[in-house]
């Protein structure tokens, strides 16, 4: 039963250092001027990574909660990174 606990607990803190790291690239890349395949690679990082933690997670952790919270950050780096490459293309668009 302790090993159960342990692994949920670990699981939830990895959790947490994903969401809290994805946070911080997110208000990062605001700051940034991206091309669209930096934005395809970052995309498909976050994809590859949350997959991958979704697939280990531990039985009996609530699938609604992290689902949600995981969609959330989903939608806040897709629409950041659509506005820092719409804008980048747009920055290049006009240099011609």
């Excluded at 969401?19 to 990082?45: A, G, K, M, P």
Aim: with cysteine.
């Amino acid at each position: 039963m302790s090993f159960e606990v342990d692994a949920k607990g670990n699981w939830l803190d990895e959790l947490e250092k994903f969401i809290s790291h994805w946070e911080q690239e997110t208000e990062s890349i605001r700051q940034r001027s991206l091309d669209l395949d930096e934005c395809n690679n970052i995309t498909d990082v976050f994809h590859r990574d949350s997959d991958g933690l979704l697939v280990r997670r531990p039985v009996g952790i609530s699938d609604e909660e992290i689902f949600t919270r995981l969609e959330r950050l989903d939608g806040k780096l897709g629409s950041t990174l659509a506005m820092v490459c719409t804008s980048s293309e747009l920055k290049t668009t006009k240099k011609f």
